[in-house]
């Protein structure tokens, strides 16, 4: 997948992430995260082996969710 400009230039800014990962239930965990792009690959930052980084080797489906700082013509915020 081709990482869009826009996505690129919000990681710039340095924004938290919410990435959501299963687990073994098929249950959605939901975790804060930094988050960076290198080469073309987005780059979290964890201290140590917790539950989103045993979910993504068990099963790399993931979802990273971020919020913009511009609003849209309906004045909500962009994500």
């Not at 710039?12 to 990435?19: T, V, Y």
């Not at 939901?30 to 290198?38: D, H």
Request: hydrophobic share 40%; proline share 5%; charged share 25%.
């Amino acid at each position: 997948m081709k990482i869009p400009q826009s996505v690129r230039e919000l990681i710039e800014q340095g924004p938290l992430a919410h990435l959501i990962t299963l687990n073994s239930k098929g249950s959605p965990q939901v975790t804060l995260i930094w988050v960076g792009i290198e080469n073309d690959e987005f780059v979290i930052g964890h201290l140590a082996e917790h539950q989103k980084i045993k979910n993504i080797r068990r099963d790399p489906r993931v979802a990273l969710s971020m919020l913009g700082d511009k609003t849209n013509a309906q004045g909500m915020r962009e994500y």
